[in-house]
């Protein structure tokens, strides 16, 4: 059973980067055809689909947060990370991983695997 957890700072401050990890266990993260994205939720917008790592590396973002975002990965520790660049409180938000074959969104029934979200707060 492949499970996904999510760690990460629970409090960044205004204009610094935000950084998490998602760490994958029963599973691999270059195992075709599975993809890796982070999603966030706030009471404000909602679930938002942030980006996404391919099985193969390959990135893509969302257009609305592509300027701010980074997504990468260390296969030898079966680890996805997102980078949020520049924060303000708008980015406070519970941000999951979550992976499928094909589907990239922000419907979390769509995923095949999710974890349970790590709150992060933009505050000073």
């Known amino acids: 059973q492949v499970q996904l957890q999510e760690s990460g700072p629970g409090l960044v401050i205004p204009s610094q980067t935000l950084s998490l990890t998602c760490t994958v266990s029963?599973?691999?993260?270059?195992?075709?055809?599975?993809?890796w994205n982070w999603i966030r939720q706030s009471p404000e917008k909602g679930l938002e689909w942030m980006g996404v790592?391919?099985?193969?590396?390959?990135?893509d973002y969302s257009p609305a947060l592509r300027s701010r975002t980074s997504i990468s990965r260390d296969t030898s520790k079966n680890q996805i990370s997102l980078q949020l660049r520049t924060v303000t409180p708008e980015d406070t938000a519970v941000y999951y991983c979550?992976?499928?074959?094909?589907?990239?969104?922000?419907?979390?029934?769509?995923?095949?695997?999710w974890g349970q979200g790590t709150q992060v707060t933009v505050s000073s």
């Open positions: 029963g599973g691999s993260i270059t195992t075709s055809p599975y993809s």
């Open positions: 979550a992976a499928s074959p094909g589907y990239r969104g922000a419907t979390m029934t769509l995923y095949d695997y």
């Open positions: 790592i391919a099985y193969d590396g390959s990135t």
